[in-house]
């Protein structure tokens, strides 16, 4: 009889396990969804194809263009640790390019759910590439 108790609660313990791994996945899909689609209004303000957003490499490589970075920087991303400055610099240039200061940076960085919907569907306007001004 303790071996039944014990294999009910094996399972139960399974599924309340399962329920919050398939939780955890909803919602990481609804950020990314939320993400992508962001930089797809990004992209098409900067006056680049929103369906770069969803093509790896590429998209790195068009938002290189958008903040006036060289495209060989996609090989810094490429390196570990490095790759986290170097993707700092992209987004505070991002911002930059956008009008927005070092703050909002910051925003982009912690708040990502957050401050990517406030820069894609805002009134902001792409004013030019950041890194050159």
Do not use: C, H
């Not at 680049?48 to 590429?58: L, R, T, V």
């Amino acid at each position: 009889m303790e071996d039944f108790f014990f294999l009910a609660f094996q399972q139960s313990g399974d599924g309340a396990a399962a329920a919050a791994t398939g939780i955890q996945l909803v919602v990481q899909l609804i950020v990314a969804a939320i993400i992508i689609a962001s930089q797809w209004v990004i992209f098409g303000k900067a006056g680049k194809p929103g369906w770069a957003a969803i093509i790896p490499i590429y998209n790195i490589i068009v938002l290189l263009d958008i903040v006036g970075r060289p495209t060989w920087w996609i090989i810094l991303f490429l390196v570990p640790f490095v790759n986290i400055v170097i993707a700092i610099i992209v987004t505070n240039d991002l911002s930059k390019s956008f009008g927005k200061g070092v703050g909002y940076t910051v925003g982009l960085l912690l708040l990502s759910i957050v401050f990517y919907p406030m820069l894609a569907f805002g009134s902001d306007q792409y004013i030019g590439q950041g890194a050159n001004m």
